[in-house]
């Protein structure tokens, strides 16, 4: 059974910075793409960021904009998600992800094709 579990979360002024986690298990951390997904109520789940087990980032939010990056500690099996310069706009429940099948790391709609998730960590900014 996938296992992830995001930290991190918490209330930060715009123009902050926050650094999200993901723990996963070894098997899926070291097999499969894992990535950072948010949403607001009321909203579609969006992708933020993904990549591949050789830390290749294979999807990139349009908001994105060079903010956030995405990273791996192979000796912890954990996937991290570090957010500078972060806007209200950003406020958000943001979910941890893994896709099993490689070529669905490359899906443009990746929220869609994501097979195992994370509970969750609020991110919220304030103006």
């Known amino acids: 059974q996938v296992q992830l579990v995001e930290s991190g979360g918490g209330s930060v002024q715009a123009g902050g910075s926050l650094r999200l986690s993901c723990a996963a298990s070894k098997d899926t951390y070291s097999t499969h793409c894992m990535g950072w997904f948010r949403q607001v109520p009321g909203k579609e789940r969006e992708g933020v960021l993904i990549n591949t087990p050789e830390s290749i980032t294979t999807y990139i939010g349009d908001f994105v904009k060079g903010r956030f990056t995405i990273s791996r500690d192979n000796a912890k099996n954990t996937l991290h998600l570090e957010m500078n310069s972060l806007k209200p706009e950003d406020t958000a429940m943001y979910y941890c992800?893994?896709?099993?099948?490689?070529?669905?790391?490359?899906?443009?709609?990746?929220?869609?094709?994501?097979?195992?998730w994370g509970q969750g960590t609020q991110v919220t900014v304030s103006s």
């Open positions: 992800a893994a896709v099993k099948d490689r070529f669905d790391c490359y899906s443009g709609s990746p929220a869609l094709v994501a097979n195992s």
